[in-house]
């Protein structure tokens, strides 16, 4: 059973950066893909990026697609969400969510819907 904390959100100004992080404890990281969700108020659940086993393969969401870096450090069993040039729109709360993967060269798409273990999420406020 993983446990993940997501971790780094805060409050920030348009063009600002964050990092957000994903700490997992329970099983180690190897044999799952990881997914950075995030949900505005009002709104559904919008995948954002995902990243497969062995963190060589990732996929990006349009919306933040050339902004948003995914990224995983297998030595301290985590995943990072680096965010660069914020908007507005980007303001939400932020999930990292894991599952079993069967590969280590493709990653989940986006919005894939089978993630079995989820964080409670950070919230990420672009305001001027």
């Known amino acids: 059973q993983l446990q993940l904390v997501e971790s780094g959100g805060g409050l920030v100004q348009p063009g600002e950066s964050l990092r957000l992080s994903c700490a997992v404890s329970?099983?180690?990281?190897?044999?799952?893909?990881v997914g950075w969700f995030r949900q505005a108020p009002g709104q559904e659940r919008e995948g954002i990026s995902c990243i497969s086993s062995n963190g060589s393969a990732t996929t990006y969401a349009d919306s933040v697609k050339g902004r948003f870096t995914i990224s995983r450090d297998a030595a301290k069993n985590a995943v990072y969400l680096q965010m660069n040039s914020l908007k507005f729109e980007d303001t939400a709360v932020y999930y990292c969510?894991?599952?079993?993967?069967?590969?280590?060269?493709?990653?989940?798409?986006?919005?894939?819907?089978?993630?079995?273990?989820w964080g409670k999420g950070t919230l990420v406020t672009v305001s001027s």
């Open positions: 969510a894991a599952t079993p993967w069967y590969s280590d060269y493709v990653a989940p798409p986006v919005n894939y819907n089978g993630m079995n273990f």
């Open positions: 329970g099983s180690t990281l190897d044999y799952y893909a």
